[in-house]
């Protein structure tokens, strides 16, 4: 019998493994709610998969591209709490706050509420209003 793979933490901080949250979302399974999403999205920016984040931002704001490998410097993603996820419909606001460091530096956080919609039974990270 073969030995199984070993669990990878999904970096979103779910307690879940990586291939049971938010990878099969990164494969192309949609998100149940807006807070599933912005979990994958953190997890996105975690793993550098550009290509799912601009894939899951509404085309109404989306950039052309976000240039991730480029960033100078690079980010260490340190962890993700979300405060809270209100959902009305098609439309949802998730309040987070992601935690990193920058080049050894100190830790800073964004703390942002995060507006979401969902369409044809997709959701969609439209913006964001960063807290101070």
């Keep these: 019998m073969p030995a199984s793979k070993p669990a990878t933490p999904c ?3 779910s307690q879940l493994d990586y291939d049971a949250c938010c990878g099969p979302l990164h494969r192309g399974r949609p998100a149940v709610d807006a807070e599933q999403l912005m979990r ?7 793993l550098k998969l550009e290509d ?7 085309k109404s704001t989306r950039p052309d591209q976000l240039k991730l490998a480029e960033q100078q410097p690079e980010p260490s993603w340190l962890g993700l709490q979300v405060r809270r996820h209100i959902s ?7 309040e987070y706050i992601a935690r990193l460091r920058y080049a050894g530096g100190s830790a800073s956080r964004l703390h942002e509420i995060a507006h979401f919609i969902r ?14």
């Excluded at 799912?52 to 509404?58: E, G, I, M, N, V």
């Design 88 to 94: 009305a419909g098609d439309q949802a606001t998730v």
């Design 11 to 13: 970096p979103c901080g």
């Design 119 to 132: 369409e044809h039974g997709r959701w969609y990270y439209v913006d964001g209003d960063i807290q101070s």
């Design 52 to 58: 799912y984040l601009l894939a899951s931002w509404h």
């Design 40 to 46: 994958s999205r953190y997890s996105a920016f975690v």
